[in-house]
Every structure is written in C-alpha cells, then in structure tokens.
C-alpha cells in the first residue's frame, strides 16, 4: 500500500512509495501515474526532502530506474 504526499512541483503533486515491494509511485500534475521499481527507500526519503521535485526526479529517478 501507497503512503502517498503531496509535494510542491510544478509537474509533479503527489509521490508515495511501497515498503512491501520497493515501488514509487508518482502522479504528474497532468493525472499521469507511473510506478518505479526496485526503489530504495533511502532514495524515496531523499526525493521527498529535495529542493527541486522535478530535478531529482528528472536526474536521479527517471534515467536511472525501470517503470512498471
């Protein structure tokens, strides 16, 4: 199950992330939803608390993980 949070992005609204299978999930400001596998959860933590939403995500989360 999802513990889902709002953030403040100008793309993104909402991430949440899965203990139980290591998945994030993030919904886009445009209703798109996407789900990541194999997401640490240090790395779920560090997204949450980033300066810029849509950068971390851009650098450290899109190139760098697999979407279910």
Do not use: H
């Not at 403040?8 to 993030?26: F, M, P, R, V, W």
């Amino acid at each position: 199950m999802y513990k889902m949070v709002k953030v403040d992005s100008s793309a993104i609204s909402e991430i949440g992330y899965n203990k139980d299978d290591n998945t994030l999930k993030i919904v886009f400001n445009s209703g798109a939803e996407y789900e990541y596998l194999d997401i640490p959860e240090s790395q779920y933590k560090e997204f949450v608390k980033a300066p810029s939403i849509g950068k971390y995500y851009n650098t450290k989360i899109k190139l760098n993980f697999k979407a279910k």
